[in-house]
């Protein structure tokens, strides 16, 4: 097995907050580290194994793209070498996995833009012929692309609790009409530029969720990460077929063997903590299609 960082302990910096996969240290006044861990989130619940070499790929991953799609929002790269700003003996714990962003105000919504139907959106349009309030045609099956991208926000909920689908009315009422129109138009076209782009690689980009906070001057600017493994459904376009789950290159992976996994007794897991151990051979068959998918987006051979 490949070595994994579960924690990070840099001590050189102030700890702000440890997320389910993230992990943030002040870097002065305006500035923070961001550590992206191997640690795996599925259902809302942290893994015990951490998934060897799944930080650096998400962070240089999110790289990526904030440069593809500088020219349709600001992001929150500050440019600053993330081994500068901690102590030497830290350096490999921040090593392609970091970034040294601006801090920004959370808004807190997760824009969800779906291109076809997929995971809850596709368990939401079973049970009510359209997602977060979105009608949509009928007879549509699971896999299918959907007439155009729809944006369909959450709730950005608390470690440890499940984010939930809202309409774009209950959105407007949690932070504004006119910054949940801005949000809105602004997932759509990041959306569409990137999976046009995903497109000439052989792969679907069956939907994301993007991040955003202020700026000190209210400047509405693109954050976290973006279409990553872990915000992202992205399957092989050789590969799809209406009316089956295809392969993907993410964690569904994973969410597919919890759902599979049963206890001695027969019992399904809750999906509440503690989560079941992940096999050995998941883990590894986890790292190999995040790495796949980084590689053929990129262009590059991931080190």
Known sequence: MLTALYESSIHSLPLLARGKVRENY???QDLMLMVATDRLSAFDVIMNEPIPEKGQ???????????KLKSIVPNHLSGIDPATVVSANEVEQVRGRSMV???????????????????????EYQQTGGI???RL??????????????FTP??????????????????????GLELADQICTISLRLYAQAAEFALTKGIIIADTK???????YGTLTLMDEVLTPDSSRFW????WQVGVSPPSYDKQFVRDWLEAWRDANGNPWPKTAPAPHLPVGIIEQTTAKYRQVYERLTDKVFV
């Open 26 to 28: 002040a870097v002065g």
């Open 57 to 67: 790929i998400l962070s240089q991953m999110a790289q990526f793209w904030f440069e």
């Open 101 to 123: 962003v601006k801090k920004l105000k959370p808004v807190m919504i997760e824009a969800v833009v779906r291109g076809y139907l997929a995971g809850s959106g596709w368990k």
């Open 132 to 134: 977060c309030g979105i």
């Open 137 to 150: 045609p009928p007879r549509l099956e699971l896999a299918s692309q959907l007439p155009e991208a729809i």
């Open 154 to 175: 959450a709730t950005k909920a608390p470690a440890g609790e499940h984010d939930q689908n809202i309409s774009f009315s209950s959105m407007s009422n949690l932070i």
């Open 210 to 216: 993007f991040e955003f906070g202020l700026d000190e």
């Open 236 to 239: 092989a376009l050789e590969a």
